[in-house]
């Protein structure tokens, strides 16, 4: 797991080249993406909500926004799909220098996180009225 903070911190490599930017919607997804606030383990914990970090939709002992993006099993049909778009990205900082380029790639980015993160908040409301 990150050290707190560092996710955040790195997010926007140029704050200029995104508060400049002549597309892109902010949805709420892709702000709870980019903040991390959000269906993650990470989040979870931190907020009291759940007394462990491990991720609900594969056996990583740790869910954060990282495992969410780039390394969850459970995404990856969903991600391809976005990486067909704006190439093979490793970070969060590549991800969002992509989404910079053109309209087509930050729909694809926000698309993927869109998706995913709906699904993670049916699951988590499936597990609150199962538990
Ligand atoms: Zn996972």
Known sequence: M??????????????IDWVDRRHGQMNYYLIQGL??????????????????????????????????????PAWEVQRHEMTEMIGQVYNIQEVVSAMLQDQAKWDAAVQYITVVLREKEAAERTRRQGG
Request: charged share 30%.
């Open 35 to 72: 903040t991390g606030h959000s269906c993650f383990g990470s989040y979870f914990k931190r907020i009291g909500k759940e007394k462990e970090v491990r991720c609900h939709h594969c056996a990583a002992e740790c869910d954060d926004p990282e495992h969410t993006w780039f390394r969850c």
């Open 2 to 15: 990150q050290e707190k903070g560092a996710w955040t911190r790195n997010v926007i490599p140029s704050l």
